[in-house]
């Protein structure tokens, strides 16, 4: 079975700053890793995905996460975010979306 | 327009009452999904359909009922609402030949 761990629910910062948003997984198999974000009142979008080769991923609107297989892990990563990076961002893995664990969400809440 | 639309966006129903949820696409994919997400438990996954033939339960299937119109529709009903379907329920569509999903805005449902 696959399961996916976020260990923030919330992440205060500060504009301008970097952020690392935490996220790790487990599976007795090769899986798909994504990012999805949440803006208020909207669906979810995709913000970046690892399906193999290079294990540094970048995303939309200047994210990235790197994916390290020794430690079953996938942090996203902002070098300087802005405030309209204010939102829910979910990590999920799996092969094949109707297999897809979704991790609980870390609120970003990014103050000037 | 949105290419993944739900409607209502917000209902507030009885108790005991049927109530459905539906959602239309219009990018033309074959496969769609119901999500349900509650705080602190991240998305889950209810049903998907691969196409309109196709019905599959998922996760917490229990209490809800899906229906496969057409290739751009798929509709969640709730035969006969509790307290605890309330949430945020969401759709998603997803081309059988990509890994991305797209979601449609949500529909927040209480029960009361």
């Known amino acids: 079975a696959q399961s996916v761990t976020q260990l923030d629910s919330q992440v205060p910062v500060f504009e301008e700053a970097p952020v690392e948003l935490r996220c790790n997984y487990s599976?007795?198999?090769?899986?798909?890793l994504f990012w999805y974000v949440q803006y208020p009142n909207q669906g979810l979008q995709l913000l970046l995905k690892?399906?193999?080769?290079?294990?540094l991923v970048k995303g939309i609107n200047g994210f990235e996460a790197e994916f390290n297989k020794s430690q079953t892990s996938f942090h996203l990563r902002k070098p300087s975010v802005h405030i309209s990076d204010t939102a829910e961002y979910f990590c999920?893995?799996?092969?094949?979306?109707?297999?897809?664990?979704f991790g609980t969400g870390t609120r970003l809440l990014v103050s000037p | 327009d949105a290419d993944v639309t739900q409607t209502p966006r917000n209902r507030i129903t009885k108790t005991g009452k049927r109530i459905m949820l539906e959602c239309s696409q219009t990018?033309?994919?074959?496969?769609m999904y119901w999500y349900r997400q509650d705080p602190g438990l991240g998305l889950r996954l209810i049903y998907y359909?691969?196409?309109?033939?196709?019905?599959n339960k998922g996760e917490i299937s229990d209490g809800y009922s899906v229906s496969r119109q057409a290739q751009a529709k798929f509709s969640l009903s709730l035969e006969s609402a509790i307290p605890n379907q309330t949430a945020l329920y969401f759709c998603?569509?997803?081309?059988?030949?990509?890994?991305?999903?797209?979601f449609g805005q949500g529909t927040r449902l209480t029960v009361v």
């Open positions: 999920a893995v799996g092969k094949g979306f109707q297999k897809l664990v």
């Open positions: 599976s007795s198999v090769s899986v798909y």
């Open positions: 690892y399906l193999s080769g290079s294990t």
């Open positions: 990018k033309g994919h074959d496969r």
């Open positions: 359909s691969f196409d309109v033939k196709d019905i």
């Open positions: 998603a569509t997803q081309s059988y030949r990509d890994t991305e999903a797209f």
